[in-house]
């Protein structure tokens, strides 16, 4: 199993930003295909960003241009850059690997966008 560890969530204003944080317990991004998930109460759970081992970073539509995806591997960490930031963008945010592997899940972290 792996333990991961989401942190850098709160409440902010709309327009605001924060940047999400995801640790993981030992050496998985250099081998597995990550992604941030979010779910919102009532709703199912999205993937929103995911980047891959090589790189490659993709974005669901409504985060595009406002959210940006990184890693760094030396640190086992994954990070969320999320700026002009929406109501609609609350969430509990996740990480896991893509496609979703049960035995990766974190807490989460919860982010309320609200003036």
Known sequence: QVQLVESGGGLVQPGGSLRLSCAASRSIFSIYDMGWYRQAPGK???????????????????????????????KNTMYLQMSS???????????????????????????????
């Open 44 to 74: 199912s759970r999205e993937l929103v960003a995911g980047i891959t081992r090589g790189d490659s970073t993709m974005y669901v539509d409504s985060v595009k241009g406002r959210f940006t995806v990184s890693r760094d591997n030396a």
């Open 85 to 115: 930031l929406k109501p609609e963008d609350t969430a509990v945010y996740y990480c896991n690997s893509v496609p979703l592997r049960r035995s990766f899940w974190g807490q989460g972290t919860q982010v309320t966008v609200s003036s």
